[in-house]
Structure formats: C-alpha cells, structure tokens
C-alpha cells in the first residue's frame, strides 16, 4: 500500500530527519511529515544561520583588531544585509542538503501538518501556520496531505520560543530569534532578556557589530546552566567588551513607543527603565505538543513534555516521542542522539537510554563556552568529594601565538574514584575542544589516562591536559 | 609454526580455571588424543587432550598455576620438522613469566608471524587451533559457545583481557571485587561503571536485562531501584572478632567460592517459600523390598541392583513434573522456560562440599536406570570427575539428609532450579487413622518454590501429587 508505512515521523528536523535516515538503513519504510523547513529550528533559524552571523561578527571583530596582528585594514565596516543573507543561504544549502539525503536513503517526505487520529494512523493536513520568512523552496516529490498508516510514529515536533505574558514578542520591537536572526538593519541598541544561549549569542553577536547591548537576566548568574565560575569569567569579558548585564533582575513591565522599547526591570532592591530599539525575549523554549493528537489517544504528557522511557517509547504502544517535545537538555545533539535509540530500540536492538548528564553543551559567543557533565556546585550538591583542576589559556603557548590568552579549562573529579565529573571551559574554540572530554567522560575514564595521554603540541587542546594534572597537582606550565 | 595450547572452556560459563597438572614433560613427543595435562575448574578436574601431533616445546604456564583465564596460551607444540628449541612463547603470553625471544627465532625475518598472538587467536584466530584440546567442548545444550572462537555474547570468555572501563576498573579494584566475575553490559560485553555498581549492591554477575524488544511496551514511570543488599563482612573485618591464632586460615577452593557465590545469589534474587508434607512409605517400603528381593545375582554374588528410597523419590518427582507441567519451569529473567522433560538434579554431598548431577529424562527412566545413574554419577563426584554438562540444567533438584536422621529441613534452591525438594528420614510415626492411633512408616518432605515460577496452589499441586506416587508406589512402574 502506498499509504503504509514502517514507521513514520512527524517533524523533519535535527531529531526527526536522524530518525528518519537510520530507520531507512535498518530497513524500515519510512516517511517524514514537516510543514515548513526540513532540518527544523536547528538549521534554518537556530544552531547553524546564528554560526554564520557569528563567524561574520568574529571576522569583523578580527578586523578592527588587525593591528594587534601586524596588520593594516582601513575603511572597516559591515552591510547587515550581506550578512543576514550569507546566513541564509548557509541554512539554505544545508536545507537542501537534508532533503537530498533523504531522497538518498528513500524517505518520502510529506508535506503538511500532522495529527495522530488513532495509534497507527496520521493524518496529514496543508500547512496552517504561515511560514517564517525567507523560506527556502518546497522540496521536489513531496507527498500530498491525506491518511498515512504506520506502524510506529514518532513524534519529532521540536519547541518554539517560550513567550513571557505581557511581554509577548510582536515580531517588531519584541524579537525572538526568529527576527534577530534576520535584522533589516542593525538596531542602534538592544535589550536582551534571558542570557542562556540563544539569549547570550545574540548579544555577542549584535554587542561586535557595535550595538548597545543590555541583558537581563533572572538568574544570579549568566548562562545559568554553566559552572559560576566560568559564567562569571564570561560576565568579565562581556562587560569588558561593553555589554551591560543585569542579573538577579526581571522585566516586569514593557512600553511600547513608535521605534523603541521602555522595560521596567526589578532586581529586587531597585527598580529602573531602559529604553532601547529592539527586544530579544529568548526566555527559553517550549515543546511544540499541540494540536497533534497526543492527549486523543492518551499519551501521556506532563508539564508541557511527553513522558518517555528513555528509549523514546510512550506510554502508548507505537508512539514515540524524541528530542525537544520529550524533555530538556533541547539541543539538536541530544534530538538527533534520541531518535536513533529511538529507532534502534523499534528495530530490538540493544539500546541504552542517554546518560543525559553527558551530553555537552556550547555557547558560540565570544568567547565561546563550553561543557560537560556537573559543575562544580552540582558535583557538590550530589555529595561527591571533588577534585578541582584549572588551567588558564596565559599558560598555553598556542592561546598567545593565537592573540586569545584569555580562556581557562576547569576539570572535576570524584576524589574517590578519580572519576570525570565535569569540564568546563571559555575561551577560543573551545567548542570545537570538549568532545575530548566527551569521549572521555563516555569511556569512563580517570584521571590516570587523561594523565597519560599525549596532547599534540602546540595546540589550546594541551590546556586540557594540564587542567587534568591542575587536579592532581601536576600541573607544569603555571 | 608452532601450535599454540590454550587454556580451554570446559563450560560456557567457565572464566578461569587452575592449570592443576602437567601430564607431559617439554621435549616429550605428543599425539592425538594424548591426555597432556589436568584442568581444575569450580567444580571439576578435567583432561586436557591433544588434537594434533608434536613435540611439547614449552610449558607456558607452570603447573599449580591458579586461575589461569580461558584462552590463555599454556603450552607449545613444536609442529614437524620445527626445532622445539627454537620455539618461544611470545613476550606478551600473560601469566606466566615468558621468557625473551631467543635470538634464533627472532633471527627468522621470512616468518614473521612466528610468535604467535594469543590475542589474536581468541578473536578470530584460526578457529581450530585451540579450543578443541578439551575433551568437554559441548555443553548440553550443544556446542559451547565460549568454544566457537567467534561466538558472539561470550566476550568475557574470548580472552584473557577482560574488557572494563579503567573507571569500573578502579572501583572495583577499590572494593576488593574481582573485575572478571562482573557481567558487562557496555559495548561489546565491556564492563563499565554501573555493572560493577549493581555488582556491588549484590547479584551483579547476573546476565544483563535482556535486549528491548520490538514491540513497543508501556513506559514504566521509571525503572525500580534495585533492592539494596547488606554487604556480608570482609575477612579483615571477621579475623578481628576473634584471637589470633585461634582459628586456622582455609583458603576457598573453586568449589566453595561458587557455592557460595550461588548460594548467596540464590537466597537474595530467588523469592523462596516452603511446602511441607508427611507421606506414608509402608507400600514403598513393600514395594521396594520385592523388587530388590528379585534381582539378580551377579557371578561374585552381588546383587545386580538395590534400589533406596531416594531412587523412588526421584522417579516420583519425575513423574509428578509430568503431571504437574507447569512446575517443571524455570526463572529467565525475562521469561519462563517449561520443560519437557524431567531432569533431576541429585544433591551428592562430597568432601569439602557438594555437587548435584542430573538425572535427565528422568520421567523416562527404569528405577534401576535412575539408581545405577545416581551411583556412577555420587561416585564420580566425590572424584570430581564430572563433567560440567553434568551437574549443569534441570528444573529441580532432591537433597535427602534423611540417613542423617534429619526429620525435616528446608533446601536452598540451585538457580535456575525452580525447586528443590527437601526429604527427611524414613521413621515409625503413630498416627490417627480411622480415629485409631496406628504406627506407620512416613518421611517429611519439603519442596522449596522460586515463586516466581511455581506459585503456593501449584507447589502443592506437585506435591500432592509426588505423595500420591510414593504412597502408591506401583503408579511408578506403569
């Protein structure tokens, strides 16, 4: 039957699009519903276009820095638009690119909007939300809305920004990524409210391009999931590069006039106004679990996430749900990671549920931030004795040659069992360093091979090595 | 090239054994069939057969050697025409101390491939070139699968490196377990932190959960913890209650560390509950007399058989676990296996403890099959002369302490038994019959029940009906 199939996904981004492909080399007939953009948030308004307007604010920055490097760069500037479409067309050719590989590992995609009617059974509806603009062209071969039948259907719906109410974003002066990610022109300045990641890449990226920038956030401390230390490293450099921060503090209230933003911010002792050009609300994110069917055939949700076993399966017999719609950390690595358990457990293989605590996270601002496993507070707070090692980038002969001597790699280890508890580090490409840590941390390693592995000199990469001896004391070149 | 000797698997289960004697001295002519040496396991000393013919060029591991893991290079034989003198044992073979390459055989640049790689063997070596020196290469159920060099789901016993992560390596280490007796559930049979933590918390060397299955199941809220098992004492601990030089020190053999081991298993994981029960033996004791009465002599006189009570109770048993199907079951972790057939197991106590042979298809067998099986099978046990297929299967098991005079007791089960039956002595007992005191003959059983196979209604079922057959014993000979 050509409505029938393995397994189908809804969602065709970073979660569902893996699923998909891994479903389709298991053997599986499988199919991906998606109404507006295959690769999702992630590749067309998250992870990758905010990695190109970064690297051009990294450029721009490099350039008005030419002289620290023995260089001359008259006449500097930037055309936003330039920018902004370069980010585009990144999104776009990597778009593109998803569509061909599941053409590749025949996927049929079907265009629309789908709703589980009964366990077994979607039904695909034409597109209701109207869809972000630029959009990139419709795939070629599409499949036509109708009633598809599947054996298994995994729900990959992804999340959308989380609104504060009161403080709703109208796409104008209140932004979500969705319009910061493509500015007309540069505001002259800028509230940022919330400084996770999405918040704090923003303001990097709009504090480069010379915009004034301010960040509120509610939490004691910025990045609020990172080790304090490092959080309040990064707070350092922001500040340092001109950004204003407020934490501890809550917008409370926001007026809108013709071409700018008055928001009432409370820290708790005072209560001040900051007007600027434009908002960014990126106050988090929230599961895309409506209008799906879900509560019809009796999945079980609870605050806002379905409730999985880890393997993806819920409480209803061949539905699954994978990534940002079954629960926090919602990053693209755990999705994509989610739907191949996922799938690999439909197919009875010998999976495992995610170590979540292993998952990394990165921060591309500048400088960029990155990390694994427990901060030091955590590691405490779960009753490990830790030990503590830091190495900061000064003592690094890569960092100085590189210009980048700020930076510093923090490890912590069970004093017990010289087990890897956490790393966090910021500075230069420091998301490009932590999966060394990752794959550590995965084979279960202890201080003792980190010790005694060799790290290719010179690279920043020796930073954490030395942190590693840092711990046990070892450490040579500080 | 010299054929390498390795330390065989004389069961599937078996990790290690003592390498108790050398039958054949170095420089000695070897041929097929030839017994070269003598194997200790948990239970049993087993001969070690030669496959091929040569000269014994060098004894790698010195006899009197203690667990010597399976798969480990023991011995060489000098192929024809090869010089046994120029034959060395590669620096890496373990245990013992190799001695270096001589010069000769280093001096050979046109083999390389001289020095043989145990390693290399035990993963997907020449699949003839070891395992078949054991005489015991099948296990009941077929060929062994540590004995099929790429047998998968073996990888404990595929070498002698055991597979750990240097994490569950240092805890285990720290808690005094032996790495090699932990089940692992990382990639590829490796043992990794959480296997050595359930390890710990007691009944770790159990086999993984099995493998997700394909069919979408119910998501549990979340896995229940497991029980938490007291620790029992370390011998530190236990010598420091009592005097030194009170006590004399004996140090576990094969045989009491996996009684232990079992046992401990048995009472902590088995859900034990006890069935007791009074039958009268006067028809069995008739009954047994004439039968005994009409065998016949052999030519020293002898009588051809002499049947005891236990040979009864194990045909009965037997009987009853036909009649009674559902309890002739056993716990899979996952799943109950029926059986077809009744195999019995024989507790046979021995010098410094006990084994129990089973008596398969015992349903099947002559009260003169199963007695003259039960005394070549007690005698060969108290030789340690049984083969591990022997004491390996059943469903359930007899422990008679009855010539001991012990009225009742209860038996503890032998996993994956689903029980054990416990008999008491034969004795005069007055009892109320027809409300008239009458002496009779009568024994008290106990049947032990892993209830999670053999609940209380279907434990009495099977016990009622093993009384109805020793009550009227000639049910036993139709």
């Not at chain 2, 229940?224 to 576990?252: C, T």
């Not at chain 2, 009472?267 to 009954?287: I, R």
Request: contains cysteine; glycine residues 10%; proline residues 7%.
């Amino acid at each position: 039957m050509a409505n029938q199939y393995d397994i189908i996904v809804i969602g065709g981004g970073p979660g569902g699009y893996v699923a998909a492909i891994r479903a389709a080399q298991l053997g599986f007939k499988t199919a991906v519903v998606e109404r507006e953009h295959l690769g999702g948030i992630c590749l067309n308004w998250g992870c990758i276009p905010t990695k190109a307007l970064l690297r051009s604010a990294e450029i721009y920055h490099y350039m008005e820095h030419a002289k620290d490097y023995g260089l001359s760069a008259q006449g500097i500037g930037f055309d936003a638009a330039a920018i902004v479409q370069r980010s585009r067309g990144v999104s776009g050719r990597l778009n593109g690119g998803v569509g061909m590989l599941l053409k590749k590992n025949k996927v049929d995609v079907i265009w629309g909007e789908a709703a589980i009617s009964k366990p077994g059974e979607v039904v695909v509806t034409a597109p209701k939300k109207p869809a972000m603009q630029p959009q990139n062209p419709v795939p070629k071969g599409v499949l036509e809305p109708g009633t598809y039948a599947a054996k298994h259907i995994i729900v990959a719906t992804g999340a959308r920004p989380r609104a504060l109410p009161g403080i709703e974003p109208d796409g104008k002066l209140i932004w979500t990524y969705f319009e910061a990610m493509v500015p007309p022109a540069m505001p002259k300045s800028l509230i940022v409210m919330g400084s996770g990641a999405i918040g704090i890449e923003f303001a990097s990226f709009y504090r480069t391009m010379g915009v004034d920038v301010t960040v509120v956030e509610v939490m004691p401390q910025i990045l609020p999931v990172e080790d304090a230390e490092i959080a309040g490293l990064a707070r350092k450099r922001f500040e340092k590069q001109g950004m204003k921060i407020l934490t501890g503090a809550k917008v409370t209230k926001v007026e809108k006039g013709a071409n700018s933003i008055t928001a009432t911010i409370d820290d708790g002792k005072t209560t001040q106004t900051i007007t600027a050009e434009r908002m960014i609300s990126a106050v988090g994110v929230v599961g895309n679990i409506e209008n799906l069917g879900l509560e019809k055939v009796g999945v079980k949700i609870e605050r806002g996430i379905v409730v999985t076993d880890g393997l993806g399966r819920t409480n209803v017999p061949g539905i699954y749900a994978i990534g940002d719609v079954a629960g926090p950390p919602m990053l693209a690595h755990k999705a994509e990671h989610e739907g191949v358990i996922c799938v690999e457990t439909i197919k009875g293989m010998h999976t495992h549920a995610m170590d979540k605590a292993k998952i990394p996270g990165c921060t591309y601002c500048n400088p960029q931030v990155a990390s694994v496993g427990l901060t030091e507070a955590k590691a405490k707070e779960q009753g490990f004795d830790v030990r503590v090692g830091r190495f900061p980038f000064i003592g690094n002969g890569k960092a100085i040659a590189l210009g980048e001597p700020e930076g510093l790699v923090k490890t912590i280890f069970d004093k017990k069992t010289g087990q890897l508890l956490g790393a966090h580090m910021i500075g230069a490409e420091v998301t490009e360093l932590i999966q060394g840590y990752v794959i550590a941390m995965n084979l279960e390693t202890t201080e003792e091979e980190l010790i005694h592995a060799v790290f290719p000199h010179p690279t920043l990469s020796e930073t954490m090595h030395e942190s590693v001896m840092d711990a046990y004391g070892r450490v040579i070149h500080i | 090239m010299p054929i390498n000797i390795l330390m065989p698997a004389l069961s599937p289960t078996m990790e290690k054994g003592n390498l108790a004697k050398w039958l054949k001295k170095e420089g000695d002519s070897v041929k097929s069939g030839d017994v070269i040496a003598e194997i200790e396991t948990d239970k049993a000393t087993m001969e070690v057969e030669a496959v091929d013919e040569g000269i014994l060029a060098k004894i790698v591991v010195p006899e009197g050697t203690a667990d010597v893991p399976v798969n480990e290079l023991i011995a060489l034989i000098a192929a024809e025409g090869e010089d046994p003198k120029s034959v060395t044992a590669p620096a890496s073979g373990g245990g013992a101390a190799a001695p270096a390459p001589k010069a000769e055989a280093a001096a050979a640049p046109a083999a390389p491939a001289a020095a043989p790689q145990p390693q290399a063997n035990t993963v997907q070596g020449d699949p003839n070139a070891h395992m078949s020196y054991a005489r015991v290469d099948q296990a009941p159920e077929g060929p062994a699968t540590a004995a099929k060099p790429n047998g998968a789901g073996q990888p404990q016993a595929s070498g002698n490196r055991v597979f750990a992560s240097p994490l569950a390596k240092r805890i285990a280490r720290e808690a005094g377990v032996d790495i090699a007796s932990i089940q692992g559930s990382g990639p590829h049979g490796r043992v990794v932190e959480k296997d050595v933590r359930a390890a710990l918390q007691g009944g770790g060397t159990k086999p993984a959960a099995a493998p997700a299955t394909a069919a979408p199941t119910p998501a549990p809220a979340g896995k229940p913890a497991a029980p938490q098992l007291a620790q029992s004492m370390g011998a530190d601990q236990v010598k420091a209650m009592f005097e030194a030089g009170s006590y004399e020190e004996v140090p576990l053999d094969g045989m009491r560390k996996t009684i232990a081991k079992r046992l401990v298993e048995s009472k902590q994981t088995v859900p034990h509950f006890y069935l007791s029960l009074d039958c009268e033996l006067d028809a069995l004791m008739a009954l047994r007399e004439q039968i005994n009465a009409a065998a016949g002599k052999d030519k020293d006189g002898k009588p051809a058989y002499k049947l005891s009570v236990n040979d009864f109770v194990i045909k009965a048993l037997a009987i009853a676990l036909q009649r009674v199907p559902a309890a002739n079951a056993v716990w899979a972790e996952d799943r109950i296996l029926k059986m077809k057939h009744s195999d019995v197991g024989v507790a046979v106590a021995i010098e410094g403890g006990l084994f129990t042979p089973v008596v398969r298809k015992a349903e099947q067998k002559t009260l003169t099959a199963i007695s003259a099986e039960v005394k070549d099978m007690a005698g060969r046990a108290r030789n340690r002369r049984l083969k591990p297929e022997e004491y390996t299967g059943g469903s359930t098991a007899v422990s008679n302490l009855g010539m001991y005079g012990i009225k009742d007791f209860q038996a503890v089960i032998n996993p994956p038994h689903g029980t054990i039956l416990a008999v008491g002595a034969g004795e005069q007992r007055v009892v109320v019959k027809n409300g008239a005191p009458a002496v009779v003959q009568a024994m008290t059983v106990t049947l032990s029940c892993d209830h999670r196979v053999v609940d209380g209604a279907l434990g009495a079922e099977l016990l009622a009906a093993f009384k109805q057959l020793i009550e009227s014993p000639m049910g036993m000979l139709v």
